[in-house]
Structure formats: C-alpha cells, structure tokens
C-alpha cells in the first residue's frame, strides 16, 4: 500500500482545491521543489503531482515548477493535468516524470491512451474524477456521461499501469476517502487502482489496511498532510507495520 503526498499546482504554487474549484484554491507553500524536498526526508517513496492551470487549458502550463520538483528529488513522481497528446507523454517521461496520468483525453481520445501504453509500457496512467457518479472532465469543469467502471473497462487490455480515481465530492474537504466505491472500481477492472479525495485522519489509513482494500495499490493525501492532520511518520509507520514479511 503506497501512501502518494500530492502536490497540486496553480500559479507555480502548491495549492489544495475544494471541491475542484480553481476559486477554492489554498497556497500551502510557493516552493513546490522544496515541498517536495519535503515530503521525500519524511520517508515518502512516490510523489503525486497535478498541473491544475495545464487540466483546464489542455496543455502543460506549471512545466518549471514540475522541471524544478523533479530536480530536487529522487524519488518517481507521477503527473497529471493538460497531458493530452503524445509529444507531450514522451516529453515528461524524458524528463524524468515516472508516469503520466492521462485523464480528459482518456474520454476523449481512448486510441491515444493506448497507443501511448504501447509505446511506454509500464508509465501511463488513467485518472478517473468522477462528480455524483459520472466522469468529470477538462479539470473537472465538465461531467460526462460515463460512469468510472464504463470508463476503466474500456482499458482493461490496453496496458495502463494505474488507475486514480477521485471522488471530486470529497475532494479537498476531508470527510474521508469513499473506500466503497474505489473498491467497486478495483473488483470490476484487473488494473491496479489508487484511491484519491477527501482523506482526513490516521482513521482513513487504518481503514486502507482493512482486508476488503487490500486489493488497492494505495491512496493519494493532500490537505490533510499540509495541515497537520495526519503526521506522516505515523502514516507511513502505520503502512510498513502492515507490510507483509519478507
């Protein structure tokens, strides 16, 4: 069970949204690299990163905060948001981003999500933002039709490391993780799935490490890290207590 820190940008800022709204943005510190500096001497293993300006105008816009993030640490980070076309996936991964979260073009343009699982295997990623059950896209300002099984179905051959999913109604507002429905999403599909939005407490670790989510590959936290609500030694002593032997 993988614990990600998140850090979400916004004007070259790390921020936490509420609800997904870019008018509910809180600055928790102007120095994303050294953030995640951070997050990586606190024993974090994986870093979660998110372009929030790049998810709504459809192309990359904090590339320099991501550029200096990457160079201040060693530890694989993932990135999301504006990622829609192949140029930009081969540029990331050559930069050193360990896997791209494809979303809205994953609606979009599902042929291009799998030729991209073709050509990087092991480091492409779907996220899945649902609102009220359906898919939200284009930085969630739109909602789809799709439900997140119809769509993760759809990628079941394609070769997709990782499935995100985000219950955009918790997100940011730390009423706890909707473990139900991100286990629904991982029984339904044979892809790894990471669950994401709204945890809050040590609670909701301790609920990941019930048997019925073992099948989950871990949990992305956000606020709660950056407002002290869950100190991330006990996190992460909580997880490799769990770890099992050997």
């Not at 120095?31 to 500096?37: L, N, S, T, V």
Request: glycine share 10%; net charge negative.
């Amino acid at each position: 069970m993988i614990l990600f820190p998140a850090i979400d940008l916004k004007d070259g800022k790390c921020v936490r949204l509420k609800l997904g709204e870019m008018s509910e943005a809180t600055v928790f510190n102007d120095d994303p690299a050294a953030q995640a500096a951070t997050f990586e001497r606190q024993g974090f293993q994986y870093l979660h990163i998110v372009d929030l300006n790049g998810a709504f105008e459809g192309k990359p816009v904090n590339a320099r905060a991501v550029e200096a993030i990457l160079a201040a640490i060693r530890m694989p980070a993932q990135l999301g948001g504006g990622i829609r076309d192949l140029a930009t996936i081969e540029a990331w991964l050559a930069k050193g981003i360990r896997r791209v979260i494809l979303g809205t073009v994953a609606v979009r343009n599902p042929d291009l999500v799998r030729e991209a699982c073709r050509r990087f295997p092991g480091r492409v990623a779907v996220g899945i933002d649902a609102k009220g059950g359906k898919v939200a896209v284009e930085g969630w300002a739109e909602t789809s039709e799709l439900t997140a099984i119809d769509l993760a179905r759809r990628f079941e051959d394609a070769g997709v490391s990782a499935i995100i999913y985000t219950d955009i109604d918790r997100d940011g507002i730390l009423k706890g993780l909707n473990l139900p429905s991100t286990a629904e999403l991982a029984r339904a599909v044979g892809i790894p799935v990471i669950a994401s939005g709204g945890l809050a407490s040590l609670d909701d670790i301790m609920a990941l490490l019930r048997p019925e989510y073992a099948l989950l590959e871990g949990a992305i936290t956000g606020r709660a890290l950056y407002d002290g609500r869950i100190d991330p030694r006990e996190a992460l002593a909580l997880l490799a207590a769990a770890k099992p032997a050997g």
